[in-house]
């Protein structure tokens, strides 16, 4: 068996950055997003039972060609089994999917399905246009043939996706009244942000976990990102911070021979033989942010099948080396912690994205500009300086169109967003962990009394989201709490006096517990 390169989306936002990128997320070991059961078919992922449904969506909402020039595509959701909703009227909890399949993230969402019985709440979970099994034109390879193909491919189109599909849905259920309250890590957080401000007619209010909405121009320093994924391996172990620093010029000067390619492609169990020692260096960065963002207190396989405290473990297989161990031997078993856990792995692929998620690129080339740098002296990685310039004509050379850097701030704010989101936005979660990379980019402070900001100093990526296991810590089942009674509260306004159907399903839990 060999493992395929699992590339730096990070957020799964990657790409375009050389040798490291952007972030988020993709799994290695999910379920196949090529199955697709016929529409009302009952299945379910990671132990919560859905229905997986069809819509027929519009492909471009924001104008109005003749007709019969209309164009549509069939957007997948999925909607948790009604056992235990109460009914039109009742609360729908709706997911705004990310950059993937939607089954990887339903599965991984596990706060959205286990809080649902507590309010009587209806999940559902939406695709998002262009991943997973929601294709313009009827395939992958006509969805993503040229940039006319992709040019629909945007967070603006994503989101009146999710208020139609909303609106119809309610409709078709007669419950217009069902207040929705949404939810996304990520990518799908920032979407959950901003269709709250976009659409608040729509949700009485939205969990944004892990959602980096100050990444953008200028707000935040470039840097943040890979300072707060060095600063991660630097309070585990200092010299497992500094053999990763000192790994980048070693690595450089063997990859300048074929001897030395041939030894790196040894060295670290490489199905073929290396051309160069950029996909290699690409291929360790990845796993440096990844490990960041999923350095979880508890076992877990998000992303792949790790240990708790992740990092611990990759430092603590660095620094256990015996006595004239290279560097980069070194460094290869620290990384095998997260590419071959499992030690099922022969050997692996560097050229492989087997999750889908290349939709990012385009993404990233058009209006999700995410400029980051690595800093000389606080980042374990090799120094990096963004350049907009050899970015936008990469951008030109991959896709022939030019990014817009400023677009998502005029969209969707971002500069000055105490004053702007206290004067008028309203019932906002931005939940942050310390330890994930992307908190860099996100709002860590209340802005008002119903835009609050829940940090934790020992989180990672969308941690509050995950299935609770026993493992959690107590300061995640705390934490996880404080949101729900939120929530509740949004809720609470919402019904009113009037909202005894909401009040007995909130009796019957505390009764059940």
Wanted: aromatic share 12%; hydrophobic share 40%.
């Amino acid at each position: 068996m060999h493992l395929p390169r699992r590339r730096l989306l990070v957020l799964l936002f990657l790409g375009l950055l050389p040798a490291v990128a952007w972030a988020l997320l993709a799994p290695p070991r999910f379920p196949d997003p090529d199955a697709r059961p016929g529409a009302g078919v009952g299945n379910g992922v990671g132990g919560y039972e859905f229905e997986t449904r069809y819509f027929r969506q519009r492909l471009d909402h924001f104008s109005f060609p003749g007709v019969g020039d209309e164009e549509f595509f069939q957007q997948r959701y999925l909607v948790g089994h009604a056992g235990g909703w109460a009914g039109p009227g009742g609360p729908i909890f709706f997911y705004c999917g990310n950059e993937g399949g939607i089954a990887w993230f339903a599965a991984n969402s596990g706060l959205v399905w286990e809080a649902a019985p507590r309010f009587a709440a209806l999940v559902v979970f939406a695709e998002h246009r262009y991943y997973g099994e929601s294709m313009p034109f009827g395939s992958k390879d006509k969805a993503y043939n040229n940039s006319r193909s992709l040019a629909h491919l945007t967070a603006e189109q994503a989101l009146a996706d999710y208020a139609v599909l909303l609106t119809d849905l309610k409709r078709n259920l007669s419950a217009e009244a069902s207040p929705v309250v949404l939810f996304g890590g990520s990518y799908g957080g920032m979407l959950a942000a901003w269709m709250r401000l976009k659409y608040p007619h729509i949700s009485v209010g939205a969990l944004a976990s892990s959602a980096p909405i100050l990444q953008f121009e200028d707000i935040v320093p470039h840097t943040i990102f890979y300072d707060l994924v060095s600063n991660d391996f630097k309070r585990e172990s200092l010299s497992c911070f500094q053999t990763i620093r000192d790994s980048w010029k070693e690595l450089d000067e063997q990859g300048n021979t074929q001897d030395g390619l041939l030894k790196l492609s040894k060295t670290f169990h490489l199905c073929q033989t290396l051309k160069s020692s950029e996909a290699l260096s690409d291929w360790l960065s990845s796993a440096y942010s990844y490990l960041a963002m999923v350095d979880y207190p508890m076992s877990s396989d998000f992303l792949m099948p790790l240990p708790a405290n992740p990092i611990k473990e990759v430092c603590r297989n660095v620094d256990k080396q015996p006595e004239g161990t290279s560097t980069l031997e070194r460094i290869y078993a620290g990384v095998n912690v997260y590419y071959n856990y499992t030690g099922t792995v022969d050997c692996f692929d560097l050229d492989d994205d087997p999750h889908g998620m290349g939709g990012w690129d385009w993404q990233a080339c058009t209006e999700m500009v995410m400029p980051m740098t690595s800093s000389e002296n606080l980042s374990m990685f090799r120094r990096y300086e963004f350049d907009y310039g050899l970015y936008a004509d990469n951008c030109v050379k991959s896709f022939g169109v030019r990014p817009r850097p400023r677009w998502i701030t005029t969209e969707f704010g971002g500069h000055n967003i105490s004053s702007v989101l206290e004067k008028f936005g309203s019932n906002i979660i931005f939940f942050n962990g310390l330890l994930d990379p992307w908190s860099g980019g996100g709002v860590l402070k209340n802005i008002s009394s119903s835009v609050v900001a829940i940090v934790a100093p020992l989180g990672a990526h969308h941690i509050d989201l995950r299935p609770a296991t026993k493992e959690d810590p107590d300061w995640l089942v705390s934490l996880r709490e404080s949101e729900l009674e939120i929530i509740s509260g949004w809720l609470s306004d919402h019904y009113g006096a009037g909202g005894a159907l909401f009040q007995s399903a909130a009796a019957n839990d505390r009764a059940a517990s």
